[in-house]
T-cell receptor, first 111, second 112 residues
Framework: DTAVSQTPKYLVTQMGNDKSIKCEQNLGHDTMYWYKQDSKKFLKIMFSYNNKELIINETVPNRFSPKSPDKAHLNLHINSLELGDSAVYFC??????????FGNGTRLTVT | AQSVSQHNHHVILSEAASLELGCNYSYGGTVNLFWYVQYPGQHLQLLLKYFSGDPLVKGIKGFEAEFIKSKFSFNLRKPSVQWSDTAEYFCAVNTNAGKSTFGDGTTLTVKP
């Protein structure tokens, strides 16, 4: 059973397109996150939701819009994709102050 | 604002060598500390964590870390590394506000 699953695993698209990444967790956690890992492996938080409520919104272009239909799901929609958006995007979840549980990542390549 | 600093960006060791990766954080309140490992092509996995109690914590695969409050440090150690330890290592801090902040990571390469 995959605890945090995100789809797709790979996403190759052209500049200007709009794409979405989906994430689901079956751990019963209240908090979910999106992280971006760039080519240098730096890991930066983008958003966090707690029980469907946005609680962390870092300095991210407004082309990125998270949506949480329920506490088990956190999707990421990206409008007008740019070359610099190419990265690996990780979804994660956490219950209370416990460690983060990460998904397997979505490798986004914008051409 | 909290921050996490990992001093070693790339460490190269031979098998059986000892490892110590530095991690310092800046935050004045109560923190929970973590080390995560990311094997090539994979997602981050928890190595070990510190919440309270004994400042020397042991994790999986022979790793341990020591929390030194006065130095705001949480260094990761392993007495004898293996080729399979080649990975990216991230130190992270959770604050009471629920935010997780990661260091920039350390790439460990172990030569067979």
């Amino acid at each position: 059973d995959t605890a945090v699953s995100q789809t797709p695993k790979y996403l190759v698209t052209q500049m200007g397109n709009d794409k979405s990444i989906k994430c689901e967790q079956n751990l019963g956690h209240d908090t979910m996150y999106w992280y971006k890992q760039d080519s240098k492996k730096f890991l930066k938080i983008m958003f966090s939701y707690n029980n469907k409520e946005l609680i962390i919104n870092e300095t991210v272009p407004n082309r990125f819009s998270p949506k949480s239909p329920d506490k088990a799901h956190l999707n990421l929609h990206i409008n007008s994709l740019e070359l610099g958006d190419s990265a690996v995007y990780f979804c994660a979840s956490r219950g209370g102050n416990s460690p983060l549980h990460f998904g397997n990542g979505t490798r986004l390549t914008v051409t | 604002a909290q921050s996490v600093s990992q001093h070693n960006h790339h460490v190269i060791l031979s098998e059986a060598a000892s490892l110590e990766l530095g991690c310092n954080y800046s935050y004045g309140g109560t923190v929970n500390l973590f080390w995560y490992v990311q094997y090539p092509g994979q997602h981050l996995q928890l190595l070990l964590k510190y919440f309270s109690g004994d400042p020397l914590v042991k994790g999986i695969k022979g790793f341990e870390a020591e929390f030194i409050k006065s130095k705001f440090s949480f260094n990761l150690r392993k007495p004898s590394v293996q080729w399979s330890d080649t990975a990216e290592y991230f130190c992270a801090v959770n604050t009471n506000a629920g935010k997780s902040t990661f260091g920039d990571g350390t790439t460990l390469t172990v030569k067979p």
